[in-house]
T-cell receptor, first 113, second 113 residues
């Protein structure tokens, strides 16, 4: 595709349920980021994939959060046993290499009720 | 860990006034990038600065990278209502395999017509 694609765009889930958020980066981009953004706040780093290197998971807030990047392309962010404080917009971004601009998807707005 | 501080957090200006946001890193950066996020949107890349003391201009926007490559600024001359949004800086480490972007918390700009 022409840009970074995220799905779903909106997700409402019940507290305690698991959710999966998907990110399709720009084809050929080796770097992929997941961020979380609450209303009016900055970008909270979650995880960073760079090529075949071990991902930087230092931003994941708890062990309920995990992410995979299969075949160096599509990435899935999984949140288990969702809590109300997980409600936010989850943004994915990709970049062509380590030193180039990041392109963001439109985000997934997650609401935990 | 490495941090990027960004000030001010908020700025209200009258249309036609100038605006500046500043970023300071705790460590020397390889490069710094600037992004703009419109209300309800996702961050969009504006520019990347790489060289010590570099100055770049985009119409009414002037970007500077400090001599020590630890600080940067974005200056908007004669703001317009279309400049409304949050401006983020993001720096990359100078060395190592982990080259993830380190983000400032952003400066939210409001412009009164």
């Amino acid at each position: 595709g022409a840009g970074v694609s995220q799905s779903p765009s909106n997700k409402v889930t019940e507290k305690g349920k698991d959710v999966e958020l998907r990110c399709d980066p720009i084809s050929g981009h080796t770097a992929l980021y997941w961020y979380r953004q609450s209303l009016g706040q900055g970008l909270e780093f979650l995880i960073y994939f760079q090529g075949n290197s071990a991902p930087d998971k230092s931003g994941l807030p708890s062990d309920r959060f995990s992410a995979e990047r299969t075949g160096g392309s599509v990435s899935t962010l999984t949140i288990q046993r969702t809590q109300q404080e997980d409600s936010a917009v989850y943004l994915c971004a990709s970049s062509a290499s380590m030193n180039t601009e990041a392109f963001f998807g439109q985000g997934t707005r997650l609401t935990v009720v | 860990g490495q941090q990027v501080m960004q000030i001010p957090q908020y700025q209200h200006v009258q249309e036609g006034e100038d605006f500046t946001t500043y970023c300071n890193s705790s460590t020397t950066l390889s490069n710094i990038q600037w992004y703009k996020q419109r209300p309800g949107g996702h961050p969009v890349f504006l520019i990347q600065l790489v060289k010590s003391g570099e100055v770049k201009k985009q119409k009414r926007l002037t970007f500077q990278f400090g001599e020590a490559k630890k600080n940067s600024s974005l200056h908007i001359t004669a703001t317009q209502t279309t400049d409304v949004g949050t401006y983020f800086c993001a720096g990359q480490r100078i060395a190592g395999n982990n080259r993830k972007l380190i983000w400032g918390l952003g400066t939210s700009l409001a412009v009164n017509p």
